[in-house]
């Protein structure tokens, strides 16, 4: 095909059924995105009527209170301090499991399967779900948010600490069982020091998005600064409101910022 | 004295190994000259046991030698690999320490503890090579050589009766190869420890091996010392090897070598 000077340069389509099946292929993906959008209620004009109203919500928020950080503090520090202790209890469960889920370490390739699958189901339930799991089973408060961070951080962990282990040179493996070195000499001298880089970034990364995650977790009563966002929400102090979101901002970037650090320095 | 006694592997029914009977004395420097595929490696890893022989046994002073079961800390089979196999992280001294790590506690290791006694035989073992004072160099700031040279300290740390050397030199530049070669040479020789050394470069065996072994198909088809290596038999071990410079290497046989040319007779033919 060409118009005028210029020609249209394709490669014909490879598969069995050529332009049609790319035709075909093109519909069936404009129709599921149709069918999607219809599920989701996107509108249009929903969005421009809703202009004003959104306007006039950013308009009742200003200025932020600062009186309010006053007892913006302590609900913040809470959780940090949930977010640090969902990593490290995070790091704790996914240690012992992460070797059974290491093609290369495991001891069968059903513990294997059977490992991956555990991981995948404690990294598949949302943290907000699980919270609201150990809030009814443990109570309201930051410990319930703690366990929730640390049962879908576990499962993260373990699958990024078993890929780490999958990537290393096994030559030195190689070496160490030639010279009849046991099994916990071999990972502490020869396994960790391949991996260690790797797994303190995964770590710093999880801590990272743990300190988002905890900044809501108070939504179900697990403790933290997202209480104080909600109940500001719910008695209309659009103020406080503002400060909160500042607040959860300036954690979740300084965060973000020294995480990236810590991790550009282990690297 | 090192006896393999009938060794035979076979992968997924194409065998590798088919019966290799070999004796090497105490302080003994053999080479193993074969293709690439002729079985050199398996070779190694079924004597010490990395891989499961389907028949045989590596007998090391009268005593058969068990991979899994050995007398604590005794490991008298080395091995020393092409890419050296250290762990690049690790500093220096710790990675020629792991040849000593199999007869000592894993918790005080775990928490950074040796035996003295051991970490002198490190540091003897790392002189040995000339490299004391790199001790505490982490494994990848150094070059190749030395990191090969590392590994044979690793492998002396273990004290060992046999040391093998799987292609030792094939990633090393010639000078630097033979400067490694150089070390397992003395070693082999000063400390009395026999060595069974996997090499593709036939004058590296000529100059470094005391005997050359030939491998091709599975069996031994060589066994002697390198003035007895013909080009012939280098043509059996490499089929369809198309290499002048291999014969320069080799002792010219006896009945071939030529009668003393005279002057006379290369300027009439010139």
Request: glycine share 10%; net charge positive.
């Amino acid at each position: 095909m060409s118009f005028g000077t210029l020609q249209l340069v394709l490669r014909p389509p490879q598969g069995r059924f050529g332009w049609w099946g790319v035709s075909a292929l093109s519909l069936a993906t404009i129709v599921f995105l149709w069918w999607a959008a219809l599920g989701s209620q996107i509108n249009a004009s929903n969005l421009w009527n809703g202009i004003p109203y959104m306007w006039d919500f950013l308009v009742r928020m200003m200025p932020p209170n600062p009186d309010f950080l006053d007892r913006l503090w302590k609900p913040a520090l809470e959780s940090l301090q949930v977010a640090v202790w969902g990593t490290l209890l995070g790091v704790v469960i996914a240690l012992p499991i992460c070797f059974f889920a290491a093609r290369n370490l495991s001891p069968s390739p059903v513990v294997y399967h059977a490992t991956r699958q555990v991981l995948n189901c404690m990294r598949g339930i949302n943290e907000i779900i699980l919270a609201l799991i150990f809030v009814a089973a443990i109570g309201l408060g930051p410990f319930a948010g703690v366990l929730a961070l640390a049962i879908h951080g576990a499962g993260m962990l373990g699958k990024f600490f078993a890929e780490a282990m999958e990537d290393i040179d096994e030559g030195p493996l190689e070496a160490f069982r030639s010279a009849g070195v046991g099994p916990f000499q071999t990972f502490f001298f020869g396994v960790l020091p391949q991996v260690l880089p790797t797994w303190l970034g995964t770590v710093f990364y999880r801590l990272e998005t743990n300190v988002r995650q905890s900044t809501v977790l108070g939504m179900v009563g697990a403790g933290g600064i997202g209480f104080e966002l909600v109940s500001s929400m719910k008695l209309f102090k659009y103020q406080d409101t503002a400060t909160c979101i500042l607040m959860i901002l300036a954690m979740v970037l300084a965060a973000d910022l020294i995480s990236s650090r810590v991790r550009a320095m282990i690297r | 004295m090192i006896k393999i006694e009938g060794l035979k592997k076979s992968y997924v029914g194409r065998p590798v190994l088919q019966g290799i009977d070999l004796t090497v004395k105490a302080g003994e420097f053999l080479v193993v000259l074969g293709p690439s595929g002729a079985g050199k490696s398996t070779l190694l890893r079924c004597i010490n046991g990395l891989v499961q022989p389907d028949a045989g046994r590596t007998v090391i002073d009268g005593t058969v030698f068990d991979a899994k079961r050995s007398v604590r800390g005794e490991r008298p089979v080395a091995m020393i690999f092409q890419h050296h196999n250290l762990v690049k992280r690790l500093s220096v001294l710790k990675n020629v320490l792991v040849g000593r790590m199999a007869g000592l506690s894993s918790f005080l290791s775990m928490l950074q503890l040796f035996p003295r006694r051991d970490v002198d035989i490190a540091m003897e073992c790392l002189t040995r090579v000339e490299l004391a004072h790199k001790a505490n160099a982490r494994g990848d700031q150094l070059s190749g050589g030395e990191q090969q040279r590392v590994g044979i300290a690793r492998a002396l740390a273990q004290q060992p009766a046999v040391i093998l050397c799987d292609e030792p030199v094939a990633s090393l530049d010639p000078k630097t190869s033979r400067v490694v070669l150089g070390y397992l040479k003395a070693i082999c020789k000063e400390e009395g420890i026999a060595v069974i050394c996997n090499l593709h470069q036939v004058d590296y065996a000529v100059e470094f091996g005391e005997r050359i072994v030939g491998l091709s198909g599975g069996k031994v088809i060589f066994d002697d010392t390198p003035d007895q290596l013909t080009s012939e038999i280098v043509h059996q071990i490499y089929p369809g090897l198309e290499d002048p410079g291999i014969s320069r290497v080799l002792k010219p046989r006896p009945v071939a070598q030529p009668v003393l040319a005279s002057p006379f007779i290369a300027t009439a033919t010139a």
